[in-house]
């Protein structure tokens, strides 16, 4: 089962097949021009997979050169970063004065925000995954210095990570939107298993937002504790918990708690949701218990979740 099939230039016109494919590259990704360089290209797809607030793109190019400009600090429109897989083929990617010349298994990191260039000479495949900026960079602040360099496949962290991408490519369609959701807050932590990244210096400073961005991008996932939040960062929960205390005035767990009943809160008032049970959207926030989800929620808002529900309702 393939994610949503975006272009298909097998679909088209020969004459058409150019400006359509720089048309549908400028409205996936503004600020992107594309220029196809052979004169009738035979084939070309692009298929996205929505991943929460992750983006899946498999994309099957003929030779072309691809150039996107810089954006504002103030620009919200590019909120990611992208991991590129070379899957088939070859690119040279140029960006921040790097060059990288990716073969089959290669990978490379993009800053959306920045100018950065693609070229390649034969038909080939590529793989993006637009990754949500903040969790990554609060997990690695000096990522900024992978943007453009050449991640080898020859290095075996690397070439597990652009395997598992590659794979996860294959299956993510088929995923309910919970494992997407909880595969993409992975993905982030498995980051660290490439060499590159393992060997990015690490400060202090960062320690807290990174374990909010784990629980944000984890909370759905049942049976997380506060431990392996803080195993994720390699130190004691209890050193964790000081800093969450001194800079949030509240615990890894009570953070993680807060967390899964205000979606629990939005859930039960979204109408989208109306056809879900109570239980439903408490698993879905990550609770194991619905009894105890029930009474957790009453103490919270004063108010049963039933009763909560049907304000919305009245409104």
Not at 1 to 17: I, T
Not at 237 to 250: I, K, N, S, V
Request: one cysteine or more; a positive charge.
């Amino acid at each position: 089962m393939p994610g949503d099939a975006l272009v298909d230039l097998a679909a088209l016109e020969l004459s058409h097949r150019r400006p359509a494919w720089d048309d549908a590259a400028r409205q996936l990704f503004p600020g992107l021009s594309v220029r196809i360089t052979e004169h009738s290209p035979q084939r070309g797809t692009i298929t996205r997979t929505c991943l929460g607030a992750a983006e899946l793109y498999t994309i099957e190019s003929a030779p072309a050169e691809v150039h996107h400009r810089s954006r504002s600090a103030q620009d919200t429109v590019w909120t990611h970063v992208s991991l590129m897989v070379q899957s088939r083929g070859s690119t040279k990617v140029t960006q921040r004065g790097m060059e990288a010349q990716l073969s089959e298994g290669d990978m490379c990191l993009i800053d959306e925000y920045d100018r950065f260039t693609l070229s390649s000479a034969d038909y080939g495949t590529i793989l993006f995954l637009r990754l949500p900026r903040a969790p990554a960079m609060s997990r690695y602040p000096h990522l900024d210095r992978l943007f453009g360099a050449l991640l080898p496949a020859q290095e075996c962290g690397t070439r597990l990570l652009s395997d598992t991408l590659l794979r996860l490519s294959e299956v993510a369609p088929r995923l309910t939107q919970l494992q997407r959701t909880a595969m993409v807050g992975s993905v982030i932590q498995m980051l660290g298993v490439a060499k590159s990244f393992a060997e990015l210096p690490q400060s202090a400073g960062w320690r807290v937002r990174r374990a909010v961005d784990f629980i944000e991008l984890n909370f759905p996932v049942a049976g997380l504790t506060a431990e392996e939040i803080a195993r994720d960062q390699h130190i004691s929960r209890r050193r964790l918990d000081q800093l969450m205390q001194e800079a949030c005035g509240h615990s890894i767990a009570s953070r993680l708690w807060q967390r899964r009943m205000e979606q629990a809160a939005a859930d039960l008032r979204d109408p989208a949701k109306a056809g879900l049970s109570i239980a439903q959207i408490a698993f879905a926030s990550g609770f194991e218990d619905a009894a105890h989800f029930s009474r957790a929620f009453r103490r919270r808002y004063a108010m049963p979740p039933g009763r909560w529900r049907l304000g919305a309702e009245a409104a």
